[in-house]
């Protein structure tokens, strides 16, 4: 079937965008997660070897007011560079005064820049014990970024910025066993997803089986109803066929979604079920309705829509129930709707109907032929019908009539059946 083809093929479309998805997602909580463990082991193994150099040099004991301070500092920052592979130093005070700045021999003033002012500025200077670092890639190296609270005991006695080019092997280490990771983060999605996808698959394919062995059954007791229904008042279910067919091949020339005419197969089906409530004094008369009897006949469309309005499946019939005696100018029952406010299934149904009434043969007249028919019709166009549609019909009216109209009713049933399995189950 070609519906169940093309969920099957839906299926697999997004069950595969489903496992590249997830191992995205994966990858970029496991990158993000290993970098960031990365930096920080990284800036606490540099900041614990700084915090062990500033103890050797003393720097906890120095004198702010001490006029040898400037040099002192300098040397401290050199010590660090050199000893620690520093490109970039800057010492302030607690008032985040500069109170040295030295850079590597051989470099630019331009990484100080990049960490005073796109780092510090941006980060703030921390409140605590807090270390502030950041990685960051340039010029094809790795660079980590640090701002280092100074303490002397509990006593703030400055900061301590810079930073330090970390050494390509370890770098090289760090992408190695970062792209090994992934890969088995790859692997291991997609060796879940191929472990749990016959399975998935399998309990897919049979609850589609049982959606369509319930739409087959739904299709099945719509027919039986619709065929319970015509003959209540008529000696065949032909009446109902026809205009199913009518109906559904107008919806198919004016190029309606496959919604819609499900919804058109679905009214014109059980169009009259509302004459299940209607007495057999007046649904069997032989002769004309009196006035008493003919409002009584009306409320067929009520008691009808009553029927329907609780199932979810029907639901989408209703306006054709509802609505299929309305006309186009506002005159007809039971609302008295007019133009574009009839829904459009209740407008292709009532040409249908009031076609095949009239091309049929019944107790109290000969059939027309479909030329006089057509003839007639158009005099209702724009009263009894709408006349766009009206238009359509009667461009295909004869082929539609020559189609259906001298088949037998088992092949008529035959034929509902086809267009019932295209709508609903391809």
């Known amino acids: 079937m070609k519906r169940y083809n093309n969920i099957v093929r839906e299926f697999y479309r997004r069950t595969f965008l489903s496992v590249i998805i997830i191992s995205i997602f994966c990858l970029y909580i496991i990158y993000s997660y290993k970098k960031a463990e990365f930096s920080n082991g990284l800036s606490v193994t540099i ?96 660079f980590l970024q640090i701002l280092y609270p100074v303490y002397s005991g509990d006593k703030l006695i400055g900061y301590l910025g810079g930073v330090s080019r970390v050494d390509k092997r370890i770098v090289k280490d760090f992408e190695d066993n970062l792209i090994s990771t992934l890969l088995t983060v790859i692997f291991s999605v997609f060796a879940l997803s191929i472990i749990i996808f016959p399975i998935i698959k399998t309990s897919y394919n049979k609850i589609e089986e049982n959606r369509f062995e319930l739409i087959k059954t739904n299709i099945h007791t719509l027919m039986t109803l619709g065929d319970a229904i015509a003959l209540r008042d008529s000696d065949t279910n032909d009446h109902n066929y026809r205009v199913t067919f009518y109906s559904i091949r107008l919806a198919e020339e004016m190029g309606l979604k496959k919604y819609t005419v499900r919804s058109v197969i679905k009214g014109a089906l059980l169009h009259d079920i509302g004459k299940i409530g209607i007495s057999d004094t007046i649904l069997l008369k032989d002769g004309p309705l009196n006035y008493e009897e003919y409002e009584t006949m009306k409320d067929h469309v009520i008691l009808g829509a009553s029927l329907v309005a609780d199932s979810p499946w029907l639901e989408n019939g209703l306006d054709v129930i509802r609505y299929h005696h309305e006309k186009f100018d506002g005159t007809g029952y039971i609302r008295g709707l007019a133009g574009e406010d009839i829904p459009i299934t209740a407008r292709i149904f009532s040409i249908a109907d009031v076609f095949d009434a009239l091309t049929s043969k019944r107790p109290y007249k000969e059939p027309l032929g479909v030329i006089k028919t057509i003839k007639i019709m158009n005099q209702g166009s724009g009263l009894h019908f709408d006349p766009k549609i009206l238009d359509v019909f009667i461009r295909n009216a004869e082929k539609m009539y020559n189609e259906a109209y001298n088949l037998s009713t088992d092949i008529l049933r035959e034929k509902i059946k086809s267009l019932t399995d295209k709508y609903f189950m391809e």
């Open 47 to 142: 900041s614990s070897s700084v915090n062990d150099l500033l103890s050797e040099n003393g720097i906890r004991r120095l004198d702010i007011n001490d006029i040898k301070l400037k040099n002192k500092l300098n040397k401290i920052s050199r010590n660090i560079i050199y000893n620690l592979n520093f490109i970039h130093v800057t010492v302030f005070s607690t008032d985040r005064e500069v109170l040295t700045s030295i850079d590597r021999d051989g470099y630019s003033g331009l990484y100080r820049e990049l960490w005073i002012t796109k780092t510090l500025e941006k980060l703030n200077f921390p409140d605590s014990h807090r270390l502030i670092y950041r990685l960051q890639n340039y010029d094809k190296n790795v």
